[in-house]
């Protein structure tokens, strides 16, 4: 394993971006001020949900109850804590296939719920409120594939609306500004691109991505995002806006020279992780493992991430998805439904940890 904290280095796309993704709105994101959470007992485990379709979405009312979204059915549940997930919305249009479906889900500042999905034509995020109203697209035209469609989203400190994408195996993508694939999106909640995003018009934040779906702030509203490798190495980067993290010309830390690539922070190598959400509380940083069937638990201080530790390796199989609940627990979703796992009794299942 190869850890590497970066110093910042020049943004390429315009010098006016540095602007971008300031402080703003209350945000619905995984991140919780490092304050009031010390760390989580993972020796105590609760499990709040079981016999789930591949839960790939996980997102917080401010209530506190959690929706819940299946990658396969494309069904919604809302769980109140204490009951039962019941079914609230089939998301229309979800083609599940592959790597593809109802994948992401969040909450914005304003209560809607916004979802990332996977049709027979493109990757898609559409809006809905709870009440039954009819399903609105945001934002289209996201390339499907039956594998690297990305899928995480999550609104930021600024009210901003953020989206993963996968390259959907078209390589050159990831390097095409005109193309949101292979990127990281920054989008209003209408789905329109903010004035201050690094290319006049265009919904890209960062670009060089081969498939993000990890996103979380730290507690100065720093963006950091996970990202699958191919052959040697899994990453987690720190997001600076106009930023280009390298796919598909580099694979983990390679030249830097002019500063146009910036190199990751974080990497492992592939069997070790393939990593897919991820959350920060306190002075960690937690990311879900999928290959890897394990919890990595990054320290996280003034200078940045520091070596990973891997935790409950192997004890729930595949993991996919970490989030801080209003209440500062941890949740974590399993992914062994979704044909690649070792299906245990009970599986997919939702576990808490308490916060100490």
Known sequence: MRIAVRPALVILLLAG??????????????????????????????????????PWGLAFLPGGDALIGERGTGRILRLTPGGEPR???????????????LLGLAVSPGNLVYAYLTTAEDNRIVRFDLSGGEQELVFGGIARSSFHNGGRIAFGPDGMLYAGTGDAGDTASSQDPASPNGKILRLDPDGKPPRDNPISGSPVYSLGHRNVQGLAWDAG????????????????????????????????????????????????????????????????????????????????????????RAELVGTYGRLRTVQVAPDGALWLTTSNTDGRGDVRDGDDRILRFPAR
């Open 17 to 54: 971006a540095a602007g971008c993704g300031g402080s703003g709105a209350a945000a619905t994101n995984p991140s919780i001020p490092p304050g009031s959470v010390t760390s989580y007992d993972l020796s105590a485990p609760e499990e709040v949900a079981r016999g789930l379709d591949v």
């Open 87 to 101: 079914e609230i919305r089939v998301v229309q249009g979800v083609e599940a296939s592959g790597e593809g479906g």
């Open 221 to 308: 509203n720093n963006l950091w995002a996970t990202e699958f490798g191919q052959n040697d190495v899994d990453e987690i980067n720190e997001i600076r806006p106009g930023r280009n993290y390298g796919w598909p010309e580099v694979e983990g830390e390679g030249d830097t020279a002019g500063g146009k690539f910036t190199n990751p922070a974080v990497t492992w190598q592939t069997r070790e992780a393939s990593p897919s959400g991820m959350a920060i509380a306190g002075g960690d940083m937690y990311v879900a493992a999928l290959r890897g069937e394990r919890l990595w638990t990054v320290p996280f201080g003034n200078t940045g991430p520091g070596s990973p």
